[in-house]
């Protein structure tokens, strides 16, 4: 009787032990870490980054007064595709394997779940996109007549950390969407349409003249314009920012609702 007794208490002792946080975290690095489709994606987001950067920096050699830090960072409008991509394929891929019953039953507080993706892909996002810009920099430099003012964090470090910031806001958005959808070609979609195509279809709307300029001021904040504004230097940085974050919060906040009230 003492023996049986004994084994509940070591078994919910083990179980506390292995549910920690700190070995959720750990988990699910190294989830992220091994699959492909991350290295494909961080890879394409490097490549996608220095090439333009490149391109952009021998374009801009013969104008004066282009600032050298929009050559690393104009780049986002097209990574940051690759980015919500990212982010929606972590959570739409342990769907369509079964991994997330097999995670959830790991760990049944699924708020936890949900933050331990998060904060993830966050570090994952930001390292990739902290290296990138330093090796965008190194290279671009000797085409550039006038390289980055350092003394000035407006002009430099400030437009880069916002830069970082709105690289991990994009795969938030994507693994909010991906928790809210599940599959894989549907979160892809939306991200995809939150970020590339509202902003076309928004755009339109300046030909529609006075009566639709009020949509064509919604799309300030759209998280592509936001993060745009931000990382120009010495644009207003309160309500972008503030529409940036949201942008982040609101998808999570939708796959948490999601995450909870749904079976896996």
Do not use: C
């Not at 000035?152 to 970082?164: E, K, N, R």
């Amino acid at each position: 009787m003492t023996a049986l007794a004994a084994a509940p208490t070591h078994a919910a002792h083990h179980a506390a032990h292995r549910l920690s946080f700190a070995h959720l975290l750990r988990s699910e690095a190294i989830k992220v870490l091994t699959l492909r489709s991350t290295w494909w994606s961080l890879g394409i987001t490097a490549a996608l980054s220095i090439g333009v950067a490149l391109m952009i920096a021998a374009a801009a050699a013969d104008y004066d007064g282009f600032a050298a830090v929009n050559v690393v960072l104009m780049p986002t409008q097209f990574t940051m595709l690759v980015a919500g991509i990212l982010g929606a394929i972590v959570v739409t891929g342990e769907y369509s394997t079964g991994m997330i019953r097999s995670t959830l039953t790991a760990q049944p507080r699924r708020g936890a779940v949900l933050l331990s993706k998060a904060v993830v892909v966050s570090l994952v996002m930001a390292a990739t996109t902290v290296v990138t810009y330093a090796a965008a920099i190194l290279l671009t430099a000797p085409l550039l007549t006038t390289g980055i003012d350092w003394s000035d964090p407006a002009q430099s470090t400030v437009p880069l950390l916002f830069g970082v910031l709105s690289m991990v806001v994009f795969t938030l958005l994507g693994l909010g969407l991906g928790f809210v959808i599940r599959a894989g070609a549907g979160a892809i979609a939306a991200t995809v349409g939150v970020l590339f195509v509202l902003p076309i279809v928004v755009s339109l709307f300046t030909f529609g003249g006075p009566n639709w300029q009020w949509l064509v001021e919604l799309g300030a904040y759209l998280p592509s314009s936001a993060a745009s504004d931000l990382t120009t230097p010495g644009a207003e940085i309160g309500a972008n920012l503030v529409t940036l974050l949201a942008w982040a919060a609101g998808p999570l906040l939708l796959g948490w609702v999601a995450l909870r009230s749904r079976d896996a």
